[in-house]
């Protein structure tokens, strides 16, 4: 694995060992301060990471989501430590997050566009769907080759809504109350761009983002929010929340964060 880029800390939301290095932290918004983990909470990750390491395929994917269902309840993110069948991680930067059903699930396209849209997660899934496969690639080095994501083409979203001709950047947030991202308006009508509602040709999961998430094939994951909630064109890219933080803007894979790794579309 190569080392994270100088003077950077912390990890990159997605599903990484974190939502960046190797070692995940959730914070204590009242004092800043990393939450203790109980010892109970800490054997139960070690027996689902090495259960996940054995695993037969037909398990892994209970094996993931019993990590996911911990990590919700691990207040120091070290669920991201752990390996797992499908080869993903997870964290989160807020503490909690929230779950959405179908029945509550809400993504807003608003900004600076002429047609402001509120689309239900039906809503998403009448539209046309695009499939593609693609390795997924972590900034701190992890890969899970030849994934498939499914979803509503981002740039078909942006064209309903009629992007008015100074909205040059769109940026997205998120349900979790903390996490936030952004494209170039180029960036963001490519093709390999998506609402993802699917992943692994299952509908995705909360712990993998679900019931919505942005997929960024081309861009190091931490590009690809989770929870997706807002779609908001602006005149300018936002730094996101790890780009606040010293991460690269423009994260493509190979050519950004100081790595140098196998292109990924």
């Not at 990484?16 to 109970?40: I, K, L, M, S």
């Not at 396209?109 to 539209?127: E, F, I, N, R, S």
Request: hydrophobic fraction near 35%; charge should be neutral.
């Amino acid at each position: 694995m190569n080392s994270r880029p100088p003077g950077r800390t912390g990890p990159p939301s997605g599903d990484v060992p974190p939502t960046g290095g190797d070692v995940a932290h959730r914070e204590d918004p009242a004092d800043g301060h990393g939450t203790p983990v109980g010892r109970r909470l800490v054997l139960t990750m070690l027996g689902l990471g090495a259960a996940g390491v054995v695993a037969a395929p037909a398990l892994q994917r209970g094996l993931e989501a019993g990590l996911g269902a911990v990590a919700d309840k691990d207040p120091t993110g070290l669920t991201g430590l752990l390996p797992n069948g499908g080869g993903f991680r997870y964290y989160s930067v807020a503490t909690s997050v929230p779950r959405k059903s179908a029945a509550d699930y809400r993504l807003t396209v608003d900004g600076l566009v002429d047609h402001p849209a509120t689309y239900t997660l039906d809503g998403l899934k009448a539209l046309p769907q695009t499939r593609m496969v693609r390795d997924v690639q972590c900034v701190t080095g992890w890969r899970v080759p030849e994934t498939p994501f499914e979803g509503v083409g981002l740039s078909a979203l942006l064209e309903a809504a009629g992007v008015r001709p100074e909205g040059r950047a769109v940026r997205f947030t998120c349900f979790d109350g903390a996490y936030s991202e952004s494209l170039t308006m180029e960036q963001a009508r490519r093709a390999d761009v998506l609402v993802a509602l699917r992943m692994r040709d299952e509908p995705l999961s909360h712990s993998h983002g679900g019931p919505v998430r942005l997929y960024v094939a081309p861009m190091y994951f931490y590009k690809s929010a989770k929870w997706l909630s807002g779609i908001t064109v602006t005149d300018s890219v936002r730094p996101g929340y790890w780009e606040e933080l010293g991460y690269d803007v423009d994260a493509w894979v190979g050519r950004s964060n100081g790595r140098d790794d196998a292109p990924t579309a």
